[in-house]
C-alpha cells in the first residue's frame, strides 16, 4: 500500500513569489493535515481537510490556503512568500481518528 | 487548550541500555496520545498511539510507552537501545472531541545512542 507522497521534495523560491505544493494521501483516507516544521517553532499544525472541506485551522496567516480535491489529494498554497515560510511543511492522511500517517515533506527554502 | 512538555531536548544512552523519553501533557477532554520518531531530512514515522484500554502500549521497533493518566505523562521507553535509534522524537497529543488531524507536538527529543 502506498504511503502519503508529498511533491515535490524540495522547492527554493524567491521572496514575494506565491508556492503550491501537493500531497496525495494513502488510498481510502479522506482527512489530509498540514503541519509547518522550524527549528524555531517546531511542528505547527495548519489545516485539515475532510471530503473537500477544511474542518479545522491552525494560527496561521491568511496566505496560507489549500485545498482538497474529490480523490482527497490536497495542495496547499502560501502567497507573497517571506524567508520566515522556510520550512519542512508535512502532510498526513488519517483513515480514522486514531492515526496519522506522514509524507516525506517538502522543503521550502525562500531567498 | 492542549499542550505537551517533553523536558529533555537531547538524551544520551549507550547502546543496550534502556533508552526513555520523558512526554506529559494537557488536555481538556480525554487525551489520544501518540509517538512518531523522525530521521534527518524525513518525515514522521508512526511508532504507537494511546487512545484507550491498557496503559501500557507497545509498538514498532521493540518501543513501549506508559500512560499515566494522575501524572498526565506518556514516557516512551526501549529496553535495550540500538545505535539506529538515534533519532528526533515527537510526543503529540490530540483531544477525543477534536478533528482527527489536529495534532499538538512537543517540541521534539533528540536520542543519541553510542555504541
Known amino acids: 500500500k502506498a504511503g502519503v507522497t508529498q511533491t515535490p521534495r524540495y522547492l527554493i523560491k524567491t521572496r514575494g513569489q506565491q508556492v503550491t505544493l501537493s500531497c496525495s494521501p494513502i488510498?481510502?483516507?479522506?482527512?489530509v493535515s498540514w503541519y509547518q516544521q522550524t527549528p524555531g517553532q517546531g511542528l505547527q499544525f495548519l489545516f485539515e481537510?475532510?471530503?473537500?472541506?477544511?474542518?479545522n485551522k491552525g494560527n496561521f496567516p491568511g496566505r496560507f490556503s489549500g485545498r482538497q480535491f474529490s480523490n482527497s489529494r490536497s495542495e496547499m498554497n502560501v502567497s507573497t512568500l517571506e524567508l520566515g515560510d522556510s520550512a519542512l511543511y508535512l502532510c498526513a492522511s488519517s483513515f480514522d481518528r486514531f492515526e496519522a500517517f506522514f509524507g516525506q515533506g517538502t522543503r521550502l527554502t525562500v531567498v | 487548550a492542549q499542550s505537551v512538555a517533553q523536558p529533555e531536548d537531547q538524551v544520551n544512552v549507550a547502546e543496550g541500555n534502556p533508552l526513555t523519553v520523558k512526554c506529559t501533557y494537557s488536555?481538556?477532554?480525554?487525551?489520544?496520545l501518540f509517538w512518531y520518531v523522525q530521521y534527518p531530512n524525513r518525515g514522521l514515522q508512526f511508532l504507537l498511539k494511546y487512545i484507550t484500554g491498557d496503559n501500557l502500549v507497545k509498538g514498532s521497533y521493540g518501543f513501549e510507552a506508559e500512560f499515566n493518566k494522575s501524572q498526565t505523562s506518556f514516557h516512551l521507553k526501549k529496553p535495550s537501545a540500538l545505535v539506529s535509534d538515534s533519532a528526533l522524537y515527537f510526543c503529540?497529543?490530540?483531544?477525543?472531541?477534536?478533528?482527527?488531524?489536529?495534532?499538538?507536538f512537543g517540541a521534539g527529543t533528540q536520542v543519541v545512542v553510542t555504541p
Open positions: 488536555v481538556s477532554g480525554n487525551p489520544y
Open positions: 488510498s481510502g483516507h479522506r482527512s
Open positions: 503529540a497529543v490530540r483531544d477525543n472531541t477534536d478533528s482527527w488531524g489536529k495534532l499538538q
Open positions: 481537510y475532510f471530503s473537500e472541506t477544511q474542518r
